[in-house]
């Protein structure tokens, strides 16, 4: 299991190196009688855009924590049910933490508001939060947007569970630190 997550946290940490990186096969917006490009459609470009945020979602590692079972069920879990958050808490020296609704957190923010919280994001682990703040605005826009898409659900995330306190419900306990 920690071996999973540790690989999670190196393919979200690539995601900022991946952020050029062309869409996925078919995410191109090229399609058989679209327009040519540059004359794009608002709504083909904005179709681009949420396929480019599931992408991006997909990929980054979020499914991996912020939805329930996702990781368990190698991917299959419905659409509806991404990125709610999780009850599974982790736990380590840090005390326990919680994967986040994050369909909760965008619907209270506005797009400027979440590439401003992104950009100077900073939590407890296991958050990479250090290759989250990486990621381009347009690919924070394209996260956002198609999170916001899904529409907000579920519920808020335990809160944080301080060291020493143990959580009520199922957690992962991490290693302590190796010492020097």
Known sequence: MLAKMLGTLVVVAAVAASAQ????????????????????????????????????????????????????????????????????????AWGTTYPANLR????????????????KLQTRPPMPWYGVRELWPGDLVAMYRYMRKLGPSGIAAPAFVPPGTEPKGPFVQYPAPARK
């Open 21 to 92: 990186a062309a869409p996925p096969a078919g995410g191109s917006g090229a399609k058989q009688g679209a327009a040519p490009a540059g004359k794009k459609s608002a709504a083909d470009a904005a179709a681009q855009q949420l396929a480019r945020g599931r992408y991006l979602v997909k990929i980054a590692g979020c499914n991996e924590c912020h939805t329930a079972g996702y990781a368990a069920a190698a991917g299959a879990v419905p659409e509806e049910s991404w990125v709610l958050g999780d009850t599974v808490g982790y736990r380590g």
């Open 104 to 119: 909760l957190f965008v619907a209270r923010l506005s797009e400027q508001e979440w590439i401003a919280a992104v950009k």
